[in-house]
């Protein structure tokens, strides 16, 4: 099992940039292929990025694409999400989630695939 707690949300306007952290505790964190995902208030969770459990491999929504890096620390334990160029649309509360790996090159895009998630953190970008 991991616990799982983001940080680094905030207030931005648009065209700035934050870096959301998602710190793990409890099980060994290369053992899983970390996700982030985003809810904005009435819409679904949705996926924004993924990273594997070695960190080599990445993938991102279309609307991300370009803009959002995801990356990992397995020595520290936490996965990252640096988000420049940032739009009012991509206002959401933010939450890291884990998978137990298969070690199989793979991308986990729903939800419904992860195994643990973290409380989230708010993301607010203004004009």
């Known amino acids: 099992q991991v616990q799982l707690v983001e940080s680094g949300g905030g207030s931005v306007q648009a065209g700035g940039s934050l870096r959301l952290s998602c710190a793990a505790s409890g099980r060994t964190f290369s053992t899983y292929d970390m996700g982030w995902f985003r809810q904005a208030p009435g819409k679904e969770r949705e996926f924004v990025a993924s990273?594997?459990?070695?960190?080599?491999?990445?993938n991102y929504a279309d609307s991300v694409k370009g803009r959002f890096t995801i990356s990992r620390d397995n020595a520290n334990n936490t996965v990252y999400l640096q988000m420049n160029s940032l739009k009012p649309a991509d206002t959401a509360v933010y939450y890291c989630?884990?998978?137990?790996?298969?070690?199989?090159?793979?991308?986990?895009?729903?939800?419904?695939?992860?195994?643990?998630w973290g409380q989230g953190t708010p993301v607010t970008v203004s004009l």
């Open positions: 990273i594997t459990w070695s960190g080599h491999f990445t």
């Open positions: 989630a884990a998978k137990s790996t298969q070690y199989i090159i793979r991308f986990y895009v729903t939800p419904e695939e992860y195994d643990y």
